[in-house]
Nanobody
Framework: QVQLVESGGGLVQAGGSLRLSCAVS???????????ITWYFRAPGEERELVAS???????KYADPVKGRFTISRDNADNTVFLEMNSLKPEDTGVYYC???????????????WGQGTQVTVSS
């Protein structure tokens, strides 16, 4: 089992910055089975969309709308993944979710874990 707890959301003016955190916890050894951690975003009335992901080997991926503005990183010592959000826009408003792609032997298929989400509101 993996538990994900997001924090850091809030209200910010357009052009401002926020840093979201995703604290990852679980049973001993589980971290070796985490394939990737991904931040998703859901705008009001819309479907969840990928924002940024970081692979266990360190590779990162970003959605086009956030490239150059958002940075995903991790602190392995604290088992925390961060999403640094700069130059925020009103269209970034929504709930941000942390997701873990965890794979177990022998089939190594994806098991999905989600956090509860954190609200980000960007005022114009």
């Amino acid at each position: 089992q993996v538990q994900l707890v997001e924090s850091g959301g809030g209200l910010v003016q357009a052009g401002g910055s926020l840093r979201l955190s995703c604290a990852v916890s679980g049973s001993s050894g589980i971290f070796h089975n985490i394939y990737a951690i991904t931040w998703y975003f859901r705008a009001p009335g819309e479907e969840r969309e990928l924002v940024a992901s970081i692979h266990s080997a360190g590779a990162t991926k970003y959605a086009d709308p956030v490239k150059g503005r958002f940075t995903i990183s991790r602190d392995n010592a604290d088992n925390t993944v961060f999403l640094e959000m700069n130059s925020l826009k009103p269209e970034d408003t929504g709930v941000y979710y942390c997701h873990a792609d965890v794979r177990f032997p022998p089939r190594w298929e994806t098991t999905n874990y989600w956090g509860q989400g954190t609200q980000v509101t960007v005022s114009s």
